[in-house]
């Protein structure tokens, strides 16, 4: 799987994503079986003129070609307006893919994750800040596929308000633990810990346990029925996932950060990534990302411009150039 990372500041956007595409295929029971790595795959495309960039995860094709191809075909008929926003080049684009889709398969191919982002319109005075939006076809069908705002707001009547730093999808989990500060499948985990599951033969969770206790042990008072310590012990694990664990505090951009510094941290967070899927001592299976490394930025009133890419990874190398 692949890892898109996005920074953004209030004068530049950077994109990494790797170029390794994995190729799986599912048996009758649901397992999933590597088949084969394909390397150097175009996942980061400027658009428009370079005035925008894009990069996507999950399935490699719509229906024509790679996702790269039905990007750039999109944007040559229509690119980005004089005047018109990012996140209405996104809806334009946003309709566009779903109707190929939809033609050519059936049906939204799932899962499928786009970013993209930059400077538009040009502001009438200084400079404002690029914005980020989101494509995404969840492998839950239910999930709205409406493109929606990457570190900002938009609200009828009133002006954006904007976030700064980074912004990360794909293979998440190495990324968040330095970023957040933890493992964005622990918050899931500790709630089911909590409060259980929905499942008939599964055991009570540890707030609803306690609530028993207490019926049992406490004053004799008004009975509690076990659908009514079920839901009390919801709404608890709800409030403590909320006020005691994973709400981090969202500390200002520093005034010192760089486009320089944006493109290094980009980099070294695609670097955890890589180290976590691919050198953990407990990983099983193919490495699922790594690669090349595409990276790219714009700024204001400059095209976008893509740096050469990285190969993440270190080979073991002697001074005479040979292994040791």
Sequence with gaps: MTIDIAFKTPDALVFATDGLA?????????????????ANVEKLVPLSHDRLLAMFNGVGSIGGGTVATSLRAFDDRAPLREGESVGDYARRLHVELEAQALRKLGALPRPFHLIIGGFAPPPKEGVEPPTLWSIQWSVDPNIPTTPTPILHTEEDGS???????????????????????????????????????????????????????????????????????????????????????????????????????????????????????????????????????????????RPAHVLASIKLGVRLQGIDGGLP
């Design 22 to 38: 994995t190729v799986m295929e599912v048996d009758g029971r649901g397992q999933e079986r590597f088949l084969s790595n394909m």
């Design 159 to 301: 002006d954006i308000k904007h976030a700064f730093g980074v912004h990360y999808a794909g293979v998440t989990e190495a990324v968040a633990r330095f970023v957040e500060g933890f493992d964005p499948a622990l918050p899931e985990k500790l709630a089911v810990l909590l409060a259980g599951t929905d499942a008939e033969d599964a055991p009570p969770g540890l707030l609803e346990q306690l609530a028993q206790e207490a019926r049992r042990t406490g004053t004799p008072s008004l009975p509690l029925s076990n659908a009514d310590a079920q839901a009390l012990s919801r709404r608890y694990a709800r409030r403590v996932l909320r006020a005691a664990f994973f709400s981090p505090a969202q500390e200002p951009l520093s005034e010192h950060f760089s486009l320089q510094a944006a493109v290094d941290y980009c980099v070294f967070l695609a670097q955890c990534a890589y180290a976590r899927e691919n050198l953990s001592p407990t990983r099983r299976g193919a490495p699922r990302v790594g690669s090349t490394l595409q990276v790219a930025y714009v700024v204001p009133n």
